[in-house]
């Protein structure tokens, strides 16, 4: 029941700009922390950027720090992620998630690929 569509993955080239989108539903939205993954090939699966349930607290990982921003609107069932100044380093599938005490769920994921 749960579903999670991430939408506005794409090609950029460096230093450019892209904004994701998770359209959620099948659970109360507002009462859950979302957050953002990414996953480049060969690579574990990384942590990104999390949002707590109002939007009042939001962290991210290190290496996207200050270029990230990552925001809800709990009225549209919706949590975005501006991405700018993009670094090749950043290409990667990109996935929504929310967590429970029962499962996990994850989104069908976005490719954005940064390159020349």
């Known amino acids: 029941q749960v579903q999670l569509v991430e939408s506005g993955g794409g090609f950029v080239q460096p230093g450019g700009s892209l904004r994701l989108s998770c359209t959620a539903s099948?659970?109360?939205?507002?009462?859950?922390?979302m957050n953002w993954y990414r996953q480049a090939p060969g690579k574990e699966r990384e942590l990104v950027a999390t949002?707590?349930?109002?939007?009042?607290?939001?962290n991210y990982a290190d290496s996207v720090k200050g270029r990230f921003t990552i925001s809800r609107d709990n009225a549209r069932n919706t949590v975005s992620m501006q991405m700018n100044d993009l670094k090749p380093e950043d290409t990667a599938v990109y996935y929504c998630?929310?967590?429970?005490?029962?499962?996990?769920?994850w989104g069908q994921g976005t490719q954005v690929t940064v390159s020349s």
């Open positions: 099948g659970f109360t939205f507002s009462r859950y922390r």
């Open positions: 998630n929310v967590q429970n005490s029962w499962n996990e769920y």
């Open positions: 949002i707590s349930s109002t939007g009042g607290s939001t």
